[in-house]
């Protein structure tokens, strides 16, 4: 079965410091990938997504992620975090997409905590 | 446009009573989800529903039955509520077919506790 591992659980950053987290699956085949956010008390939304062309993905608010097929690996980065960053980022994978239906498995998440 | 929305917001059931979550969408989306969400383990994926319909089982679907009702409204229901059940339940919705690429709208979510 296809999994989505999250590294870090947890990261505290000060305001402007940079962002990585980590995120990789584990299917050999095509993949769809996505990073959702969820602040506090919000539902989640869409932050990116890779699909197909420039591994280099651009989102909303300043983040991005690459997409590195051979480290099976879709990090987000962020080069100067805000304290409205503050929030749980989610990666996941749409493992098969040749199926022509969308069915998301998520990671357990990382919380992220911004100090002012 | 309302989105994604969810009734009730809590809830809090004694083992073995029953209920339904509510799932409805405006946005003339086919495909539907419900999943829950609990500490250190993401969103679980219980049921989905590709089209008005039909309905199929996510990875923990065990103690769940689910209903779409029509294209607007997808229903999650514990027959018979479980401690192990305690969870936020969160309700999605996608435009579905091809591409595939749409993202997911997501509801509020509901937070159960089972007591």
């Known amino acids: 079965a296809q999994s989505v591992s999250q590294h870090n659980h947890h990261v505290i950053l000060s305001e402007a410091a940079s962002l990585e987290l980590g995120c990789n699956y584990s299917y050999g085949g095509t993949v769809n990938l996505f990073w959702y956010v969820q602040y506090p008390g919000q539902h989640l939304q869409l932050l990116l997504k890779y699909f197909s062309g420039d591994p280099l993905v651009k989102g909303i608010k300043g983040f991005e992620a690459e997409f590195i097929k051979s480290k099976f690996s879709f990090n987000l980065r962020k080069p100067s975090v805000q304290w409205s960053d503050t929030a749980e980022y989610f990666c996941?994978?749409?493992?098969?997409?040749?199926?022509?239906?969308?069915?998301?498995?998520f990671g357990t998440g990382t919380r992220l905590l911004v100090s002012p | 446009n309302a989105g994604v929305t969810q009734t009730p917001k809590f809830q809090v059931l004694k083992t073995g009573q029953s209920m339904t979550l509510q799932c409805a969408q405006d946005m003339n989306h086919n495909s539907m989800y419900w999943y829950r969400q609990d500490p250190g383990m993401g969103l679980r994926l219980i049921y989905y529903s590709a089209s008005e319909g039909t309905t199929d089982k996510g990875e923990v679907p065990n103690g769940y039955n689910v209903s779409r009702l029509n294209k607007r409204e997808f229903s999650l229901r514990l027959e018979s509520a479980a401690p192990s059940q305690t969870s936020v339940y969160f309700c999605a919705s996608i435009p579905g077919g091809q591409p595939i690429s749409y993202e997911q709208y997501f509801g509020p979510g509901t937070r159960l506790t089972v007591t």
């Open positions: 996941a994978v749409n493992a098969g997409p040749n199926t022509g239906f969308q069915k998301l498995v």
